[in-house]
């Protein structure tokens, strides 16, 4: 009798959650190992540089690095070119995002759409892109639009393909469901594709924010007169390696912080994602 009464029990039992607590704590497990990491790198590199008695214009000391760091925010020189990096940046992202899930939408709903409109998107990612640059500066001018522009050519085929692949992993049966309750093409969208494509869609917002800003970074190392590649191409050409380093880790904290808000977000949309890990 006992050992029904313990079954029962158990199998009554009401699944318990993991505590929100034990991820906390987790998380700053892994934060300060990462710290501990980079710090023993950065005291390593320091010592050594020190040693070494290695010239500041060839390999600069971490405590040279945040000198020239604090310097540049100081004076607003770094604060206004991340700045315009960061707008090109999300600029070109959202272009591509939109696009990209606009055409992908279409193309993975109609078979024929997409055995036409395909070979003409393949041929133009067989060019490099820098070949329609001219027509870009042309159309747009040189300045922000242009810069965006270039970000957002980067980011569109990778976030176009996400997308339909995407729409395309939902089966036909989930698609008879919704049809057999009589559902809307309006509710098909909200009630099953949109759900079904959000993993889909949190992993082309972090490769789009990615070419989006090497797109854009790469356009100013050309041509631009502003904006963080303008900045390391400045500091190349006056042998300011510190400042060149400056600019390296102000762009590492750039995408760490979007990257961030992405997995933070993730972790609100789709909280029963990470409930299961």
Known sequence: MENFERIERIEG????????????????????????????FLIGWEILAAAQNVP???????????????????????????????????CAFFIAFIFSSALGYFLAKSPLLEKIVSPFIIASQSLPIFAVAPFVLILFGNG??????????????????????????????????????????????????????????????????????????VVELFWADRGIGFLLNFARGQFDTPLLFAGIVALIFMNLSMYVFVALLERIVMPWRHAQR
């Open 13 to 40: 039992a009401a699944p318990v959650a993991p505590a929100p607590s034990l991820d906390i704590i987790a998380a700053a497990k892994q934060a300060a190992l990462v710290i501990a990491i980079i710090g023993i």
């Open 56 to 90: 500041v214009f060839f390999l600069p000391k971490p405590s040279d690095i945040a000198r020239r760091l604090s310097a540049a925010l100081a004076d607003g020189t770094l604060t206004r070119h991340v700045w315009i990096t960061w707008s090109e940046a999300l």
């Open 144 to 217: 922000y639009w242009s810069n965006a522009m270039m970000g957002a050519l980067v980011a569109f085929f990778p976030m176009l393909v996400n997308t339909i692949a995407a729409l395309r992993n939902i089966s036909a049966e989930q698609r008879a469901l919704m049809r057999s309750f009589a559902a809307a093409e309006s509710q098909v969208f909200t009630r099953l594709e949109l759900p079904a494509s959000l993993p889909y869609v949190f992993g082309s917002i972090r490769i789009g924010l990615t070419l989006a800003v090497i797109g854009v970074l």
